[in-house]
């Protein structure tokens, strides 16, 4: 049995094209609060400081009282853009994904997108098929960096220790939520949001250019041989 059992996989940026999806919708609800101009500017570089992290918790932080009512229109607006532009997948998710479970792997999605959210892309991506458990803050308790979505698919995917789940994603906070798991491998990607020095600064054990190059690290890669 390989000693790692468990891949979670982040979405936007990490197994799902963004295409300033996420900033689109953030500009949209920004207009929609009537949020001044300067006060708008600091809040967007806030929200790409914190990429992949937990949205409540992000706009909670932004607008205080308002956050929930910020959270709600910025999820809004997203699936709205989302359907406007289109949602593609990173190219080879479904071919790597595949793989990993004929191999034996358990595989998983966490994602900071409330559950509603992560549920219409999934279904307009044609994952349901792909990704038998699916996480969010909601069904955790708390967003990225803490550990929590990470733990819970662990639970629900009956994983026998922390160091057999490998996190793949495209954020510091990803990075930092594998290491707060107890993760044995953490693999960061450069389809999303930080550079390698950051991803490796904040915990990446292996940066790769996209989930498509997974099967080719470490452990991930001896199994394909196996």
Not at 22 to 28: D, H, K, Q, S, T
Not at 33 to 56: D, F, H, N, P, W
Not at 130 to 135: K, N, T, Y
Request: with cysteine.
């Amino acid at each position: 049995m390989n000693s790692l059992e468990l891949v979670c996989f982040d979405m936007a940026g990490t197994t799902m094209i963004d295409s300033g999806l996420v900033l689109e919708a953030f500009r949209r609800t920004i207009d929609e609060l009537g949020v001044a101009a300067e006060e708008a500017s600091r809040a967007q570089q806030y929200v790409v400081a914190t990429m992949g992290q937990s949205k409540i918790e992000v706009f909670t932080a932004l607008f205080d009282s308002r956050g929930v009512m910020a959270n709600e229109a910025f999820e809004r607006h997203f699936v709205e853009a989302a359907h406007e532009f289109g949602v593609r997948e990173i190219p080879g998710v479904r071919r790597v994904v595949t793989e990993l479970r004929r191999l034996g792997f358990e595989v998983a999605l966490t994602t900071g997108f409330s559950v509603a959210t992560r549920e219409a892309l999934v279904h307009e991506l044609g994952w349901s098929d792909l990704f038998r458990v699916r996480v969010s803050p909601q069904d955790a308790g708390r967003g990225r960096p803490a550990p929590d979505m990470l733990l819970q698919c662990l639970v629900r995917l009956e994983a026998f220790a922390t160091n057999s789940l490998v996190v793949v994603g495209d954020t510091a906070s990803d990075m930092l939520a594998g290491r707060r798991a107890g993760a044995g491998l953490c693999v960061g990607v450069l389809t999303g949001t930080d550079a390698r020095a950051r991803l490796l600064e904040n915990g990446a054990d292996e940066v790769i250019e996209s989930v498509a190059d997974l099967l080719r690290v470490g452990e991930l890669a001896n199994a394909g041989k196996a």
